[in-house]
Protein backbone atom coordinates (compact mmCIF):
# COMPACT_ATOMS: atom_id res chain seq x y z
CA UNK A 1 0.00 0.00 0.00
CA UNK A 2 1.07 3.50 -0.29
CA UNK A 3 3.57 5.21 2.61
CA UNK A 4 3.72 8.49 3.15
CA UNK A 5 7.16 10.39 4.81
CA UNK A 6 6.97 13.71 5.85
CA UNK A 7 9.90 15.87 6.92
CA UNK A 8 10.48 17.32 9.83
CA UNK A 9 8.85 16.37 12.46
CA UNK A 10 9.90 19.38 14.24
CA UNK A 11 10.15 22.98 12.75
CA UNK A 12 10.65 26.26 14.75
CA UNK A 13 10.43 29.74 12.60
CA UNK A 14 10.60 33.06 13.69
CA UNK A 15 7.17 34.91 13.16
CA UNK A 16 7.21 36.62 9.37
CA UNK A 17 10.11 34.24 7.75
CA UNK A 18 9.15 31.15 5.67
CA UNK A 19 8.39 27.50 7.04
CA UNK A 20 8.44 24.46 4.28
CA UNK A 21 7.31 20.74 4.94
CA UNK A 22 8.35 18.21 2.88
CA UNK A 23 6.30 14.39 1.93
CA UNK A 24 7.27 11.59 0.18
CA UNK A 25 5.10 9.22 -1.26
CA UNK A 26 5.65 5.43 -2.35
CA UNK A 27 2.72 4.85 -5.01
CA UNK A 28 3.26 6.53 -8.34
CA UNK A 29 -0.64 6.03 -8.80
CA UNK A 30 -1.68 8.53 -6.02
CA UNK A 31 -3.00 11.16 -7.46
CA UNK A 32 -4.06 13.40 -5.12
CA UNK A 33 -2.45 15.29 -2.69
CA UNK A 34 -3.99 17.63 0.31
CA UNK A 35 -2.61 19.24 3.28
CA UNK A 36 -4.59 19.48 6.86
CA UNK A 37 -3.75 21.62 9.63
CA UNK A 38 -4.69 20.20 13.19
CA UNK A 39 -4.67 22.65 16.13
CA UNK A 40 -3.96 21.20 19.59
CA UNK A 41 -7.66 19.02 20.76
CA UNK A 42 -9.42 20.46 17.81
CA UNK A 43 -10.17 18.27 14.17
CA UNK A 44 -7.71 18.46 10.92
CA UNK A 45 -8.91 21.29 8.68
CA UNK A 46 -7.81 21.03 4.86
CA UNK A 47 -5.75 23.75 4.16
CA UNK A 48 -4.85 23.34 0.57
CA UNK A 49 -4.85 20.22 -1.66
CA UNK A 50 -3.13 19.61 -4.99
CA UNK A 51 -4.06 17.14 -8.00
CA UNK A 52 -1.36 15.31 -10.10
CA UNK A 53 -1.75 16.94 -13.57
CA UNK A 54 -0.49 20.64 -11.56
CA UNK A 55 2.61 21.49 -10.42
CA UNK A 56 2.11 24.23 -8.23
CA UNK A 57 -1.19 25.91 -6.48
CA UNK A 58 -1.17 28.97 -4.24
CA UNK A 59 -3.81 30.39 -2.01
CA UNK A 60 -2.69 33.68 -0.42
CA UNK A 61 0.59 32.59 2.25
CA UNK A 62 0.02 29.12 1.48
CA UNK A 63 1.54 27.04 -1.44
CA UNK A 64 2.08 23.82 -2.18
CA UNK A 65 4.15 22.09 -5.04
CA UNK A 66 4.74 18.77 -6.16
CA UNK A 67 7.15 16.96 -8.31
CA UNK A 68 5.88 13.54 -9.42
CA UNK A 69 8.92 12.10 -10.79
CA UNK A 70 10.36 12.30 -7.86
CA UNK A 71 7.36 11.44 -5.63
CA UNK A 72 7.48 14.73 -3.10
CA UNK A 73 5.43 17.42 -2.69
CA UNK A 74 5.75 19.84 -0.29
CA UNK A 75 3.86 23.25 1.68
CA UNK A 76 5.33 26.76 1.93
CA UNK A 77 4.05 29.25 4.13
CA UNK A 78 5.65 32.41 3.47
CA UNK A 79 5.69 35.57 6.30
CA UNK A 80 4.04 33.00 9.12
CA UNK A 81 2.48 34.46 11.66
CA UNK A 82 1.41 33.02 15.87
CA UNK A 83 -2.07 31.66 14.54
CA UNK A 84 0.40 28.88 12.16
CA UNK A 85 1.43 27.11 15.06
CA UNK A 86 -0.50 23.87 14.84
CA UNK A 87 0.43 20.37 13.19
CA UNK A 88 0.25 19.71 9.87
CA UNK A 89 -0.08 16.72 8.00
CA UNK A 90 0.24 15.45 4.08
CA UNK A 91 -1.58 12.72 2.49
CA UNK A 92 -1.97 11.17 -0.56
CA UNK A 93 -4.14 9.29 -1.79
CA UNK A 94 -5.05 7.17 -5.34
CA UNK A 95 -8.52 6.63 -6.20
CA UNK A 96 -11.05 9.72 -6.73
CA UNK A 97 -13.48 9.98 -4.37
CA UNK A 98 -10.88 8.23 -1.68
CA UNK A 99 -12.55 4.87 -1.72
CA UNK A 100 -8.54 3.84 -0.58
CA UNK A 101 -8.71 6.49 1.90
CA UNK A 102 -6.16 9.26 2.68
CA UNK A 103 -2.47 7.56 3.46
CA UNK A 104 -1.64 10.32 6.05
CA UNK A 105 2.16 11.41 7.21
CA UNK A 106 3.29 11.26 10.95
CA UNK A 107 2.95 15.17 11.20
CA UNK A 108 5.68 18.15 11.38
CA UNK A 109 4.62 20.89 14.63
CA UNK A 110 5.46 23.80 13.57
CA UNK A 111 6.16 26.26 16.34
CA UNK A 112 6.17 30.52 15.17
CA UNK A 113 8.91 31.80 17.55
CA UNK A 114 7.54 35.53 18.23
CA UNK B 1 -24.25 24.53 5.91
CA UNK B 2 -24.28 22.26 8.63
CA UNK B 3 -20.45 20.84 9.33
CA UNK B 4 -19.47 17.11 10.47
CA UNK B 5 -20.55 15.60 14.24
CA UNK B 6 -19.27 13.39 15.68
CA UNK B 7 -20.63 12.31 19.44
CA UNK B 8 -19.66 11.55 22.21
CA UNK B 9 -16.97 14.03 22.59
CA UNK B 10 -15.35 11.34 24.91
CA UNK B 11 -15.24 7.67 26.57
CA UNK B 12 -13.86 5.35 29.02
CA UNK B 13 -14.19 1.83 28.20
CA UNK B 14 -12.50 -1.28 29.87
CA UNK B 15 -10.57 -4.30 27.63
CA UNK B 16 -12.94 -5.92 26.46
CA UNK B 17 -15.84 -4.01 25.92
CA UNK B 18 -17.77 -3.12 22.83
CA UNK B 19 -18.08 0.25 22.01
CA UNK B 20 -20.07 2.34 19.23
CA UNK B 21 -19.14 5.87 18.01
CA UNK B 22 -21.73 8.28 15.77
CA UNK B 23 -20.87 10.70 12.89
CA UNK B 24 -23.55 13.11 11.14
CA UNK B 25 -21.54 14.49 7.67
CA UNK B 26 -21.76 17.64 6.34
CA UNK B 27 -24.77 18.47 4.47
CA UNK B 28 -25.21 16.88 1.39
CA UNK B 29 -22.50 14.93 1.67
CA UNK B 30 -23.44 10.99 0.77
CA UNK B 31 -19.53 9.14 1.98
CA UNK B 32 -18.70 8.99 5.21
CA UNK B 33 -14.79 7.80 5.79
CA UNK B 34 -13.46 6.69 9.33
CA UNK B 35 -10.00 7.49 10.64
CA UNK B 36 -7.91 6.54 13.76
CA UNK B 37 -5.31 8.60 15.30
CA UNK B 38 -3.48 7.53 18.08
CA UNK B 39 -1.43 10.31 20.11
CA UNK B 40 1.63 11.77 18.21
CA UNK B 41 0.67 10.43 14.82
CA UNK B 42 -1.37 11.04 11.27
CA UNK B 43 -4.64 9.79 11.26
CA UNK B 44 -5.00 5.95 9.78
CA UNK B 45 -8.24 5.19 7.50
CA UNK B 46 -10.71 2.41 8.87
CA UNK B 47 -13.03 1.98 5.92
CA UNK B 48 -15.64 4.25 4.09
CA UNK B 49 -19.16 4.10 3.68
CA UNK B 50 -21.32 4.99 0.39
CA UNK B 51 -24.97 4.05 -0.40
CA UNK B 52 -24.55 2.53 3.50
CA UNK B 53 -22.22 0.15 2.13
CA UNK B 54 -18.70 -0.06 3.24
CA UNK B 55 -17.02 1.45 0.00
CA UNK B 56 -13.14 0.72 0.99
CA UNK B 57 -11.45 -0.58 4.04
CA UNK B 58 -8.16 -0.23 5.60
CA UNK B 59 -5.58 -2.45 7.72
CA UNK B 60 -7.90 -3.05 10.54
CA UNK B 61 -9.24 -6.50 12.18
CA UNK B 62 -12.83 -7.26 11.78
CA UNK B 63 -14.03 -6.25 15.26
CA UNK B 64 -13.89 -2.61 13.41
CA UNK B 65 -17.36 -2.88 11.91
CA UNK B 66 -19.71 -0.20 10.83
CA UNK B 67 -23.26 1.34 9.04
CA UNK B 68 -24.23 3.99 7.46
CA UNK B 69 -28.06 5.20 7.77
CA UNK B 70 -30.08 6.62 4.88
CA UNK B 71 -29.25 9.95 5.94
CA UNK B 72 -26.07 9.56 5.43
CA UNK B 73 -24.79 9.32 9.06
CA UNK B 74 -22.85 6.38 10.33
CA UNK B 75 -21.31 4.29 13.13
CA UNK B 76 -18.19 2.90 14.33
CA UNK B 77 -18.71 -0.39 16.04
CA UNK B 78 -15.50 -1.76 17.94
CA UNK B 79 -15.94 -4.89 19.52
CA UNK B 80 -13.59 -6.18 22.29
CA UNK B 81 -11.84 -3.17 22.70
CA UNK B 82 -7.85 -3.58 23.46
CA UNK B 83 -5.76 -1.03 25.26
CA UNK B 84 -4.44 -0.05 22.06
CA UNK B 85 -7.44 0.63 20.08
CA UNK B 86 -6.84 4.24 22.84
CA UNK B 87 -7.18 7.02 20.35
CA UNK B 88 -8.77 9.74 18.49
CA UNK B 89 -11.37 8.56 16.26
CA UNK B 90 -12.54 11.14 13.36
CA UNK B 91 -15.23 10.76 11.15
CA UNK B 92 -14.87 12.69 7.42
CA UNK B 93 -17.24 13.51 4.85
CA UNK B 94 -17.09 13.83 1.32
CA UNK B 95 -19.29 14.22 -1.73
CA UNK B 96 -19.71 11.17 -3.99
CA UNK B 97 -16.38 11.16 -6.45
CA UNK B 98 -14.62 13.90 -4.85
CA UNK B 99 -11.55 13.69 -3.20
CA UNK B 100 -11.82 16.62 -0.64
CA UNK B 101 -12.41 15.21 2.98
CA UNK B 102 -13.95 17.55 5.83
CA UNK B 103 -13.38 16.19 9.04
CA UNK B 104 -15.33 15.90 12.29
CA UNK B 105 -13.75 16.90 15.25
CA UNK B 106 -13.07 13.19 16.79
CA UNK B 107 -13.92 10.87 19.57
CA UNK B 108 -11.53 10.60 22.11
CA UNK B 109 -11.52 6.80 23.34
CA UNK B 110 -9.83 5.42 26.39
CA UNK B 111 -9.39 2.01 27.08
CA UNK B 112 -8.35 1.01 30.51
Known amino acids: GENVEQHPSTLSVQEGDSAVIKCTYS??????FPWYKQELGKRPQLIIDIRSNVGEKKDQRIAVTLNKTAKHFSLHITETQPEDSAVYFC?????????????FGKGTHLIIQP | ETGVTQSPTHLIKTRGQQVTLRCSSQ?????VSWYQQALGQGPQFIFQYYREEENGRGNFPPRFSGLQFPNYSSELNVNALELVDSALYLC???????????FGPGTRLTVL
Open chain 2, 27 to 31: SGHNT
Open chain 1, 91 to 103: AASKTGGGADGLT
Open chain 2, 92 to 102: ASSLPGVDTQY
Open chain 1, 27 to 32: DSASNY
